[in-house]
């Protein structure tokens, strides 16, 4: 009895730390079988805890930036800079896939071989071009969008975007093709743990995958092969928990040839 009630002091101990670590902590706890008797108590503490990151993270807004907000001039905090940044990549992957200009094909190239063929261009040079339009849209609000930003422990993400200089906030978004071998594993590998923890990101970030057919792209664990840039998107959104669905944003650009 004694035992069970350090143990539950313990748990209550990281129910009620607001920090990421605790966070993390609790999740790999409820991941242990050996923990299964525990689960309920830990599940508990777990959605305490996550009520108290989001109370010690809560700033009230000044009345300048609340109208700032509503009128969709400048983000007043991570949270708005990454669903302004979210609904402005939506804009272009719209234009990409349906404008009479074909701006698809800017992410193609060819192969030279026995005779020309198509070919998805680098990430690098999508993301280059994604880039280009992403500034045009940004730069008027006063939104810097740069390549490769640097991050903690010399990580750097393929686009960095931030408002308001050293006392601002930024977002990360982490770029992937179709058809990248750390596809499925790059969001809880890459931009949650290099990213999304900077200070100045709030735990929000955006995962934005180039779709160009799905021919090659290795599946996902269930092992159904996908037909669409949607159905990707949808599938990506099921890998994240209910706390992370909140703050991470996934977008898949649709550049496949018709």
């Known amino acids: 009895m004694h035992t069970a009630d350090l143990m539950r002091s313990f748990i209550n101990k990281l129910g009620g730390n607001p920090g990421e670590t605790a966070t993390r902590e609790l999740e790999r706890l409820l991941a242990l079988p050996s923990l299964a008797q525990w689960h309920n108590v830990l599940r508990g503490a777990l959605h305490d805890q996550r009520i108290a990151r989001r109370k010690a993270a809560f700033r009230r807004l000044g009345v ?3 109208s700032l907000t509503l009128a969709n001039l400048q983000p007043a905090s991570a949270a708005d800079l990454a669903a302004l940044t979210f609904d402005h990549l939506r804009d272009i992957a719209k234009n990409i ?5 074909n701006d698809y094909r800017q992410y193609w190239g060819y192969a030279e071989g026995d005779k020309k063929k198509d070919e ?9 071009a994604l880039l280009s339009d992403l500034k045009i849209h940004l730069g008027p609000l006063g939104i810097d969008a740069q ?10 993400a393929d ?15 982490e770029i992937k093709q179709d058809l990248s071998p750390d596809l499925w594993s790059a969001i809880h590998e890459q ?6 923890r900077d200070p100045g990101a709030d735990g929000h970030g955006i995962y934005l995958v180039f779709w160009f057919g799905g021919k090659g792209m290795k599946p996902p664990l269930d092992g159904k092969k996908l037909h669409s840039a949607s159905e990707l998107e949808e599938r990506l959104r099921q890998t994240l928990t209910l706390e992370e669905s909140h703050r991470i944003q996934i977008c898949v650009i649709d550049c496949a040839l018709p």
Do not use: M, Q, W
């Open 97 to 101: 896939r349906h404008d009479n200009t």
């Open 147 to 156: 390549r490769e930003r640097n991050y903690a422990d010399n990580k750097r």
């Open 191 to 196: 931009l949650i743990p290099r990213y999304v």
């Open 64 to 66: 300048e930036e609340v």
């Open 120 to 128: 998805p261009k680098s990430e690098s040079d999508c993301r280059d």
């Open 159 to 173: 686009i960095g975007i931030s408002f308001g200089g050293t006392n601002g906030f930024n977002i990360s978004i």
